[in-house]
């Protein structure tokens, strides 16, 4: 019995203490990481007006419109662009979200398509959540008074496409 309890307890140590989670001294994101760049070095930034993003990437390759599956009556705009596509609540023109899957495009920290799971909790350390198809990191944005989402989806253990987005 203190053998099967020895070997439960050494199993457990291991999924916690796995090599997979990045030392202590890396700092977990803040609101200074809610933004990508491109390969030009323009910054995509999690709450950029409508307005704004138009004048950074121009009128984008499509657009369309629908309703929040969360939030009855809340109409959000998408546009996509060649490398990434960026959502908007109709009512607020501030960007609520973007996804990236384009390895030209990286994270505030140097994380892009492409990039081994490592290099993220290398970058940014434990993860508020971990799947093995993704890794995610609650952010609270104090100053707005929202909680955003700095996410990564995972194909084999690489990133195929980051993304942030407010949790409302």
Known sequence: MKKLVALAVGALSACFLS?????????????????????SGVRIDLVDALDEVLHKFGEPLRESNSEDSYHVGVEYTVFAYDEFVVAY?????????????????????????????????????RPTFQSEDRISYAVIVWELDFTASLA?????????QMSMSVAW
């Open 19 to 39: 090599p997979i989670y990045a030392q202590e001294n890396v700092s977990f994101p803040d609101e200074s990481d809610l933004f990508f760049i491109d390969a």
């Open 89 to 125: 609540f109709d009512d607020l023109e501030t960007m609520v979200g973007t996804w990236i899957r384009s390895p030209s495009i990286r994270s505030s920290r140097g994380v892009q398509v492409g990039d081994p799971a490592r290099k993220i909790f290398d970058t940014y350390g």
């Open 152 to 160: 990564f989806e995972m194909n084999d253990d690489v990133v195929v």
